[in-house]
């Protein structure tokens, strides 16, 4: 089983940054297509980027032009780069290995809390 680990959450006021990490435990982690999972307050987990082994990438449409998703295999690391921030990008994010929009392979760690306001 996999762990995973999220960090770099925050306050930060609309238009700014963050740049989130994800630790996996593990060796496989290089093999799979990674992606992160936003839940906002009372909604579902649900996922807004992805990326293949190989760098490919796709996002959702709230998050599009303005989040960018990267991996190192060799950290077992993957970042998202979330800027222009919104206050309805406020949320709980989560990595892990997507297998639908809203379900996941691995057990899902505690997440990172972003929260955007004035």
């Known amino acids: 089983q996999v762990q995973l680990v999220e960090s770099g959450g925050g306050l930060v006021q609309p238009g700014g940054s963050l740049r989130l990490s994800c630790a996996a435990s593990?060796?496989?982690?290089?093999?799979?297509?990674m992606g992160w999972y936003q839940q906002a307050p009372g909604k579902q987990r649900e996922l807004v980027a992805r990326i293949t082994s190989g760098g490919s990438t796709n996002y959702a449409d709230s998050v599009k032009g303005r989040f960018t998703i990267s991996r190192d295999n060799a950290k077992n690391t993957v970042y998202l780069q979330m800027n222009s921030l919104k206050p309805e990008d406020t949320a709980v994010y989560y990595c892990?290995?997507?297998?639908?929009?809203?379900?996941?392979?691995?057990?899902w760690g505690q997440g990172t809390q972003v929260t955007v306001s004035s």
């Open positions: 892990n290995a997507p297998l639908t929009a809203t379900a996941a392979r691995w057990t």
């Open positions: 593990g060796s496989i982690f290089s093999i799979y297509v």
